[in-house]
């Protein structure tokens, strides 16, 4: 395998709604620092800009955003915006709504559903669009989601908004907004070092619905919004080594091969993690490999 020759059309393909995408994407958590929001040093703009750049040339069409990823210098919405305006044909780009950030970074009260078209309205601004693609409902622990995403469907109907996915939910959620309008893709976490019966059971119902899956946090694993994790159990470093490729791309590829309609959102700030991730979407595991690994999988629970 050779990052200079593989490119995301590898991974397969996917639909969200009508639009199709490759099923390595682009997370842009990353783009904004050494590690996610307030943590860690504001990134380099101009290596920053590098990578999404890249990530085009190597076929990735789905980025993964919210206005809320920012850290002290840069905006990841800005830095898309900078970096692949005019948009090009083809890509995807998806956003969430509901958490917020206030000037200095604190997490500050999530939107009622009468403050959700101000969020998409943030999201439109920054990435210089006169619709989003795909916007995310992110629960914000609330009970319910019905009076949210029945905001959010109400500016899909205006034209503001293309698709809809809801986002940290439970089983029951998906149902609940399927009632209200179309859910195209579920982003929960979901990881190979996380067991989780309600993510494996919300996996399940997207792959019968036809409902995209979109896990984050499958590469950085239990350390989350601080970076990728250097904690690979011996399973996963055994096939590494028996394909001659990272820790990291045995956890994309793993992801991938949950079913055809999960996708993969990797994200990164370094252009050669960029293409390894890339990479990693040709990587076929053997049954015999899965099967190590759903058990290493079972065993960390």
């Known amino acids: 395998m050779t990052s ?14 009508d639009l199709p995408v490759n099923r390595v994407g682009f997370g842009a958590m990353r783009l904004t620092g050494s590690a996610a ?8 703009r101009n290596r920053s800009i590098a990578v999404l750049r890249k990530a085009i040339e190597l076929g990735v069409n789905h980025i993964d955003t919210a206005a809320f990823y920012f850290s002290a210098l840069r905006s990841a919405n800005e830095l898309i915006n900078t970096a692949l305006a005019p948009c090009p044909d083809g890509l995807v780009i998806a956003t969430k709504v509901g958490p917020h950030r206030d000037y200095q970074g604190d997490w500050a009260t999530s939107a009622r559903p009468d403050q959700l078209r101000g969020h998409v309205e943030e999201n439109l601004r920054q990435l210089g669009r006169d619709h989003l693609d795909v916007v995310y409902l992110r629960r914000m622990r609330q009970d319910s989601i019905a009076e949210h995403f ?14 809809l996915g809801i986002s940290a939910v439970e089983p029951r959620h998906l149902a609940e907004a399927r009632a209200i ?24 119902l997207c792959g019968e619905q036809g409902i995209a899956f979109v896990p984050f946090y ?35 590829a793993w992801t991938l ?16 993690h960029l293409a390894e991730n890339v990479t990693a979407g040709a990587l076929r595991l053997t049954a015999d490999e899965l099967a190590r690994l759903n058990t290493a999988r079972e065993q960390a629970g």
Do not use: M
């Open 4 to 17: 200079e020759t593989i490119t995301a059309h590898a991974s397969g393909t996917w639909k969200l709604g």
């Open 37 to 44: 929001f307030h943590h860690g040093a504001p990134s380099d």
């Open 150 to 163: 029945g905001a959010l469907a109400e500016l899909r109907e205006a034209g503001l908004v293309r698709h």
């Open 181 to 204: 309008a179309p859910v195209v893709c579920v982003q929960n976490r979901y990881a190979l070092d996380r067991p989780d019966p309600e993510a494996d059971e919300l996996l399940r």
């Open 218 to 252: 499958a590469v950085a694993g239990e350390v989350g919004e601080q970076g990728a994790t250097a904690a690979h159990d011996e399973e996963v470093l055994a096939v590494a080594r028996a394909h001659g490729v990272s820790a990291a791309q045995v956890r994309i």
């Open 257 to 272: 091969h949950q079913g055809p309609h999960v996708l993969a959102i990797p994200g990164t700030g370094n252009p050669d």
